[in-house]
């Protein structure tokens, strides 16, 4: 059987040897060793056949491929593996296993076995690696793809926030803005230059406009807030109107006569009016009927009976003073400069007691027969002060001025516009607009419906207003430079005080509320508040500071925002034209009349006496939004990472509180709050 192996070995030819070895260079390394070695193995294992000497033949553990060696352990007998039978044909091919086994190619083999192990290992290591790669790239292909979605959703996001921007930015100002050949017509009618290339204005709350725009066009058909059109407390329908009650005799007037010429605009000089009647019963003096003082701001000429009626105005208040309409010819010719007769606000403190004009008016009145008072705005102290003298102030400004009929006519079609109903009458129409609320309604045969309500909005954001607040309204440079021109044109007081003096910077008077809301704030007060975005807004007010664009964002979330220059035609408004003060009554009308007012500034004279007028008539069911600007202004910082819904709540706690029903606190304006012993009368309760 040995020879039969050698045979088998020596079968094999060098070539074919050298041929099979060209792709295994270690094989063939073995090769020329085993040879060197074969001869001698021979001899040995041919002697070992031969031998009679018996050997005992220990089982070893059978190798991978079946076969056995006592001397080496290892076993060559054929058994099963995962190699034998599927590759048993490539071996007796390829390899010099399917020779019959001897020693001297035992060691090559064994080395074989290692090589082709480890090759085994290498390619089930790359094969690894390569599962490993291609699970790579399909993690990468799986992430890239999620980060291509959500970059999608990004961009589709901000393509939705710019178009929905667009909508409230104003990209450029229009002849129909109010600017025409790089001019700005004023509020009062002047003209004042512009820069040649003035920027767009930037648009403030960019973000939080477009949350309110969201919000209003989900609640589209949501009902609105039942306390936006209510007083929020019962008590406030337990205040009456009083003022008309009288407890004294008339004044004869005998101690001289009185002359003022009122300052400022139409709210101003009406207050003004209102507190040299008190003074003139005070110091037991005749009145004169009040003159207008003409400024530089309002550029108005009109005078007490273009806008007040004056015979209404002498006989209402004859019970309690007397009344002429010009001074006695004797006194006309005096020189009141010459004599000292003259009294102008420097004269006077503000708000001064009645002891002052006891102790220094009434000596020159008595001296001189005369004295006129220059300007007289605010010089009257509400408190300390006589009873029926304050109510003698109520009874002016609530009782004692009516409206001139053009006035009342042109204020009625502005209230019946709004409504929608001309056969509705508001609980304050009678008040404002006289018979004309009845006559109105005659002749009218319209079918019963529920009356559409409007809310009123004083914006006051005209350029005096905004140039005064010395605060900062997102125009830049070329802003800061226009309001500072109209200053030392109009407020040279107040230049000259901000060259010598340390002011608050606008910063700070912005966090303590000092500055007018403007149009975008006031837009997003009201969204807050739930005022549906159909309703109808009466915007009162001069010209807005930045014209149209500046009003862009109001106008794009409330669409139906009016205006009392919308409401009636060229041939209606015409009459008022250059006449600031008499569309400043019309704007009275409207607001007064509203279903619900909201003012933007509470130091505005217009929202003042609107707001009282409202609450001494409207028997507590006229609410007004007085807004607590200095609360505002902390939520208005936050706008870049507040939350619609937070703002939302914010805003109405804010005003909330604001509307809460009261007594009018010591020191302040019976004209603002009217709810007073003095001026109104209630039940007690207790």
């Given at each position: 059987m040995a020879s039969d192996l050698i045979i088998e070995a020596g079968d094999r030819t060098n070539e074919e040897e050298e041929e099979e070895d060209a792709g295994f260079p270690e094989i063939a390394e073995i090769r020329v060793s085993g040879r060197s070695e074969s001869s001698a193995w021979s001899s040995s294992f041919n002697a070992r056949s031969h031998s009679t000497t018996p050997r005992s033949r220990k089982s070893s553990p059978r190798s991978p491929f079946g076969f056995r060696d006592s001397a080496f352990g290892v076993s060559y007998e054929s058994s099963p593996s995962r190699f034998s039978n599927a590759h048993r044909s490539y071996y007796s091919s390829r390899s010099p296993f399917h020779l019959g086994f001897s020693f001297d190619s035992l060691w090559w083999k064994s080395k074989f076995i290692g090589f082709w192990s480890e090759q085994r290992q290498q390619s089930q290591f790359q094969l690894q690696q390569r599962v490993k790669r291609k699970a790579g790239r399909v993690w990468y292909r799986k992430r890239s793809t999620g980060l291509l979605v959500i970059l999608g959703l990004l961009c589709f996001f901000f393509l939705m926030n710019w178009w929905m921007l667009l909508h409230l930015q104003d990209n450029g100002l229009t002849p129909s803005d109010g600017f025409v050949n790089g001019k700005s017509l004023s509020i009062h009618g002047g003209w004042s230059k512009l820069p040649k290339k003035r920027r767009p204005q930037k648009l403030l709350y960019a973000r939080m406009l477009a949350l309110a725009a969201h919000a209003l066009a989900e609640g589209e058909e949501k009902s609105e807030p039942k306390d936006l059109w209510v007083e929020p407390l019962i008590p406030a329908s337990a205040w009456t109107p009083c003022a008309d009650q009288r407890n004294w005799e008339p004044c004869d007037g005998n101690n001289g006569y009185i002359i003022v010429t009122a300052n400022g605009g139409i709210n101003q000089q009406r207050v003004a009016v209102c507190n040299i009647v008190a003074i003139a019963r005070l110091l037991n003096a005749t009145l004169v009927v009040p003159k207008f003082l003409y400024s530089s701001v309002w550029r108005d000429v009109s005078q007490f009976s273009d806008i007040y009626q004056e015979e209404h105005f002498i006989n209402y208040l004859k019970p309690d003073i007397r009344i002429v309409k010009e001074l006695p010819v004797e006194l006309q010719s005096l020189d009141l400069a010459a004599i000292g007769s003259i009294v102008t606000d420097v004269d006077i403190m503000k708000e001064a007691k009645p002891s002052f004009f006891l102790k220094h008016i009434l000596p020159i009145l008595l001296q001189n027969r005369v004295v006129h008072f220059l300007g007289f705005g605010n010089r009257l102290a509400f408190d300390p002060l006589p009873f029926q003298l304050q109510r003698l102030r109520c009874r002016c400004n609530f009782h004692a001025l009516e409206f001139v009929p053009k006035i009342q006519e042109a204020g009625a079609l502005i209230i019946q516009r709004l409504r929608q109903?001309?056969?509705?009458?508001?609980?304050?129409?009678?008040?404002?607009?006289?018979?004309?609320?009845?006559?109105?309604?005659?002749?009218?045969?319209?079918?019963?419906?529920?009356?559409?309500?409007?809310?009123?909005?004083?914006?006051?954001?005209?350029?005096?207003?905004?140039?005064?607040?010395?605060?900062?309204?997102?125009?830049?440079?070329?802003?800061?430079?226009?309001?500072?021109?109209?200053?030392?044109?109009?407020?040279?007081?107040?230049?000259?005080?901000?060259?010598?003096?340390?002011?608050?910077?606008?910063?700070?008077?912005?966090?303590?509320?000092?500055?007018?809301?403007?149009?975008?704030?006031?837009?997003?007060?009201?969204?807050?508040?739930?005022?549906?975005?159909?309703?109808?807004?009466?915007?009162?007010?001069?010209?807005?500071?930045?014209?149209?664009?500046?009003?862009?964002?109001?106008?794009?979330?409330?669409?139906?925002?009016?205006?009392?220059?919308?409401?009636?035609?060229?041939?209606?408004?015409?009459?008022?034209?250059?006449?600031?003060?008499?569309?400043?009554?019309?704007?009275?009308?409207?607001?007064?009349?509203?279903?619900?007012?909201?003012?933007?500034?509470?130091?505005?004279?217009?929202?003042?006496?609107?707001?009282?007028?409202?609450?001494?008539?409207?028997?507590?069911?006229?609410?007004?939004?007085?807004?607590?600007?200095?609360?505002?202004?902390?939520?208005?910082?936050?706008?870049?990472?507040?939350?619609?819904?937070?703002?939302?709540?914010?805003?109405?706690?804010?005003?909330?509180?604001?509307?809460?029903?009261?007594?009018?606190?010591?020191?302040?304006?019976?004209?603002?709050?009217?709810?007073?012993?003095?001026?109104?009368?209630?039940?007690?309760?207790?």
């Open positions: 109903h001309k056969s509705h009458r508001g609980p304050l129409d009678h008040n404002l607009v006289g018979l004309l609320a009845e006559q109105k309604t005659l002749g009218r045969r319209e079918p019963p419906s529920k009356p559409s309500r409007y809310l009123a909005l004083h914006l006051r954001f005209e350029i005096d207003m905004v140039s005064h607040s010395l605060c900062d309204f997102g125009g830049g440079e070329e802003e800061r430079e226009e309001l500072e021109a109209y200053r030392a044109i109009h407020f040279p007081a107040l230049t000259l005080l901000k060259k010598t003096t340390k002011l608050p910077s606008a910063a700070e008077l912005r966090t303590e509320g000092k500055c007018p809301l403007t149009p975008e704030e006031a837009a997003l007060m009201l969204a807050a508040l739930g005022v549906n975005r159909k309703r109808h807004i009466f915007l009162a007010g001069a010209q807005i500071y930045g014209g149209k664009s500046r009003l862009r964002a109001l106008t794009n979330l409330y669409p139906n925002l009016v205006t009392k220059e919308s409401l009636l035609s060229p041939s209606e408004i015409e009459p008022f034209m250059n006449f600031s003060s008499q569309l400043a009554a019309l704007d009275f009308i409207g607001c007064a009349a509203a279903d619900a007012f909201a003012m933007t500034d509470s130091g505005s004279q217009l929202s003042s006496l609107v707001s009282g007028y409202r609450m001494y008539y409207g028997g507590g069911r006229m609410p007004t939004i007085r807004p607590n600007k200095r609360r505002l202004s902390s939520i208005f910082l936050k706008n870049s990472t507040i939350e619609w819904k937070e703002f939302e709540d914010r805003v109405r706690k804010a005003v909330k509180e604001s509307k809460q029903v009261q007594e009018r606190p010591i020191a302040r304006s019976i004209y603002r709050h009217p709810r007073c012993r003095e001026c109104m009368c209630t039940t007690d309760t207790e």
